[in-house]
């Protein structure tokens, strides 16, 4: 039986999930083929289609990925699954010959966002029955009584039969909306917004700030009063309101946003992340022992966005009645389409017991001979390692020399988190790592930390864990006598977001790990996602190509296929054209500086990029007078055709030094990620 789940929006985050006779076959999140963070396009709502006068978005593209990898048409399907608004909507447009297929996910009461969450991560546990705690932003809305926010079920066997323990719905989004809201209303506050779609909030950032952050006058009075499963978000709501921070959380402006310089945090921004994180662990906890209280489980599921925040995760483990926690990989809205697949299998065949899931490597597999023709096409050469064990003493050894290592394995993770199949790993000892991770590949905020991948079995020598964390969604103490040891991956605070890797899960990711440990007695490695900065993972293997030539990574394997990094100075990227140099004019909040320096700037200004931000060009002796000019022409230089190593001779210097041809290289690969610079390689256009 070939059930669809699919998560149209309105809404983010949509993507599809098929599920074949209870089993997870495939998912994949729309961001992974759109390449666009939570699969939204910049104007959103004006972007979207309208089917019958309901505006959304339909992700045709993970629709199509999911038949594909199962070789299925259309009308091999048993059942389309589609969310009950604007359901009815894409009902009419999905190209299958029997439209009673498509199945609407209605659940009485207007609840069905949180109960496709539920029933996402109660089924994908391997747990007979459990407590199920649901919390996000907003879900499902009745008018007049509001958004579901925050609620609680009971599961008494996996039949589907289920109990609602408790739900709490908020009248308002924002300033007036329950945990979830809070939090990103800070978030906003703060600066952490996804600036390219420009109203979600980041709050994974306000996690990692937070222990940054101490107890302040002035904040500690509470925010959020709890009663039984009933929160009481007045303390917030009128904090925010006399502070004036509801002014400041617009997600379309980050002009007065608290924090204007990453590298200069305020201490109140600090101060602030650690009193909203703080509430939020204090409430989640509450709810969570209320929930037990109500429902006598030992087992408790978590779904929705706020169960994202592996610090409360990590605390509920630790410190809550449960005797087991099971937290979804996908648990923000990319897991809708699974409680979706789930919700059309229950009701076509509940009589065929649903599969816990064994991983969340649930993407496509791309072959070694199509891996192969890719990098044949772009004229890159590589070199095939003999099995498993070889492929990982190889890249151990890599990884001991503290190389950073591209590692692209079997299918795809779905869900936030690498989980070492689309992974940027490294040595988590040096204590320089973070810094040099940071300069050269990953390129965020310095205060985030990054996290381990721990063989399960010594797991518990080196952090203070309660139980396993497959999809590394629990953070747990580092243990005092380990931090010096791995300080790369250890936060300010001690603690560590960690990843249990099981060798009957992952053969060949706990190989590595292994490898890593005989060659330096460290049975874990630094892992953190395979994208570029504000991109998605990669999916493909040209996504993970393009991710490796635009930053500065020393090794990149693609399956057992060890790519060799190609001359850059060979290299032949061009200028797009929608990108101009300007020598002055750049208005804004760091006119100033762009003035002295000039800016590239696109589409008539609305984006620019000031070159007090990129790389400088050394080795060249440039009187600083004159940097914009030069860096101006050898920019201007590349028409796809030049080399790198001609233009810089034509524009810069007839000679060619090292620290120049370096400096270029750094150049040429940050104007590539800002889009300033195209670049194809053989017929391979990235
Ligand atoms: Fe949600």
């Not at 991948?453 to 396993?468: C, G, I, K, Y």
Request: proline share 5%.
């Amino acid at each position: 039986m070939n059930v669809i789940g699919v998560h149209t929006s309105p809404g983010h985050d949509m993507g599809a999930c098929l599920l074949q006779d209870g089993i997870v076959r495939c998912v994949i999140e729309e961001e992974r083929l759109s390449l666009v963070k939570h699969a939204l396009p910049n104007d959103a709502v004006n972007l979207w289609p309208q089917y019958n006068g309901c505006f959304g978005y339909f992700p045709w593209a993970s629709f199509a990925y999911c038949l594909d990898e199962a070789k299925l048409s259309i009308d091999d399907l048993d059942a389309v699954v589609v969310p009950a608004f604007p359901g009815p909507a894409f009902a009419q447009i999905i190209p299958i010959r029997d439209k009673r297929k498509v199945l609407i996910a209605d659940v009485p009461e207007g609840a069905q966002h949180h109960f496709m969450h539920a029933l996402s991560a109660f089924f994908a546990s391997d747990f007979e029955q459990a407590a199920v705690l649901v919390v996000d932003g907003d879900g499902s809305m009745i008018p007049g009584e509001g958004y579901e926010a925050e609620s609680g079920y009971a599961f008494d066997d996996r039949s589907g039969a289920y109990r609602t323990i408790f739900k709490n719905r908020y009248l308002e989004r924002g300033i007036g909306g329950g945990i979830g809201w809070m939090y990103d209303v800070v978030s906003a506050a703060l600066g952490f917004v996804n600036t390219r779609i420009g109203y979600l909030a980041d709050p994974g950032k306000t996690m990692g700030l937070a222990p940054y952050g101490r107890l302040r006058e002035g904040l500690s009075a509470p925010w959020i009063r709890v009663d039984g499963f009933r929160l009481d978000l007045s303390g917030f709501n009128d904090w925010a309101r006399g502070s004036g921070i509801d002014k400041i959380a617009r997600y379309e402006d980050r002009s007065r946003a608290l924090i204007q310089d990453e590298n200069h945090i305020p201490d109140y921004a600090m101060d602030l992340a650690f009193k909203a994180q703080a509430e939020l662990e204090r409430a989640m906890l509450a709810l969570s022992v209320e929930l037990h209280r109500s429902t006598a489980k030992k087992n408790l599921c978590l779904a929705g966005g706020v169960a994202l925040n592996s610090v409360a995760n990590g605390l509920i483990s630790a410190q809550g009645p449960f005797e087991r926690l099971f937290v979804q990989p996908a648990a923000g809205d990319g897991g809708q389409s699974i409680g979706l697949a789930y919700y059309g299998h229950l009701k076509l065949r509940s009589d065929v017991r649903i599969k816990p899931i064994a991983h969340a490597f649930a993407g496509r597999l791309y072959d070694e001979n199509e891996v192969e023709s890719t990098l044949r096409a772009a004229g890159l050469g590589y070199r095939k390692l003999d099995d498993e064990q070889s492929l990982a003493d190889d890249a151990a050894e890599a990884l001991a020399n503290g190389q950073i290592v591209g590692w692209f394995q079997g299918a795809s993770e779905y869900g936030p988190r690498a989980l070492g199949h689309r992974s940027i790993l490294a040595d988590p000892r040096p204590t320089t790592m973070k810094d040099h991770l940071n300069s050269r590949v990953k390129f965020r905020e310095l205060f985030r930390p990054f996290a381990p991948s721990v063989l399960a079995e010594h797991a518990h020598e080196v952090f203070d864990l309660r139980q396993n964390s497959p999809y590394m969604l629990l953070v747990a103490p580092v243990r005092a006598e380990w931090r010096d040891r791995v300080p790369a991956i250890t936060h300010i605070d001690g603690t560590a977001r960690v990843q249990t890797v099981d060798r009957n899960v992952d053969s060949l990711y706990a190989r590595l790990i292994e490898a890593f440990r005989t060659r330096t007695g460290i049975p874990l490695v630094l892992n953190t996602s395979f994208n570029l900065r504000g991109m998605p993972i990669v999916e493909s293997p040209r996504d993970a190509l393009r991710a490796f030539l635009f930053t500065d990574m020393d090794r990149l394997y693609l399956g057992r296929l060890d790519l060799k990094r190609p001359d850059p100075l060979s290299l032949t990227p061009a200028l797009s054209p929608e990108w101009t140099l300007n020598l002055g004019i750049a208005a804004d909040w760091r006119q100033r500086e762009m003035v002295s320096r000039g800016a590239f700037v696109f589409d008539g200004g609305k984006r620019s990029v000031a070159l007090s931000d990129l790389p400088r060009l050394d080795g060249a002796d440039i009187p600083a007078q004159d940097e914009v000019n030069v860096v101006g022409r050898f920019v201007f230089a590349l028409d796809g055709e030049t080399s790198i190593a001609d233009a810089l001779k034509a524009t810069v210097s007839e000679e060619v030094n090292q620290s120049l041809a370096r400096s270029a290289d750094l150049l040429v690969q940050a104007l590539l990620r800002h889009g300033i610079l195209r670049l194809r390689v053989g017929s391979v256009e990235l």
